[in-house]
């Protein structure tokens, strides 16, 4: 069956150091996106992405980066972690941009503390 | 900026009972969706609406939009312990194809 998978599921991780969670589906979407979720703040946009080498910003973009090379990986990058970045980070795909039909599928999540 | 915002925020009833959860959103929409998220894992999609539709259903699930008031709502029917999780609402704008999600409701269902 296809999926969307994240990895690592948790990781603990000093300021300053460079961080990269890793995501990867078998969809074979074209779009897909980065959330990070936060008590209080719901699911906010980081990055996302609609196809290979297509990357896009999002609502909380600052500090973090991602690069889009096939279909299947859209890993996002701290660049050097900060205490605020500590959160709950989502990878996402949808199949399509049409608006009628663009539910996305989610990953598993992965949990990031910066000490 | 959060496009839809979640009432109640959290919500507990008997199991058997009717779940109502409210969504409301400030600009126009082309759609609104509504996701469900376990503890501890990603969130699943439920159900969509496109914004020239007052209801929807799906198994247990009914869904209502008044475009007017900007507005949804999602009832859940005969609760079970297993609908314990946050339910999110999502919006796709009109001119962009990404979601804004609200906050969430967290309901809880007493066996």
New interface residues.
Partial sequence: DAEITQSPRHKITETGRQVTLACHQTWNHN?M?W?RQDL??????IH?SYGVHDTNK??VSDGYSVSRSNTEDLPLTLESAASSQTSVY?C?SSES?????????????TRLTVL | ??QGEEDPQALSIQEGENATMNCSYKTSI??L?W?RQNS??????LI?I?SNEREKHSGRLRVTLDTSKKSSSLLITASRAADTASY?CAT?N?GN????????TRLTIIP
């Avoid at chain 1, 209080?40 to 946009?45: C, D, E, N, P």
């Avoid at chain 1, 941009?97 to 999540?109: A, H, L, M, S």
């Avoid at chain 2, 501890?40 to 999609?45: D, E, K, M």
């Fill in positions: 779009n996106f959330y209080g703040h719901g699911l906010r946009l996302y999002g609502e989502f996402a941009r049409d608006p009628d039909v663009n539910e996305q599928f989610f990953g598993p999540g | 900026s959060q082309n759609n969706q996701y501890g894992r990603g969130l699943v999609h969509l496109r999110f796709a009109f194809e990404k979601l804004t999600f609200g906050t969430g």
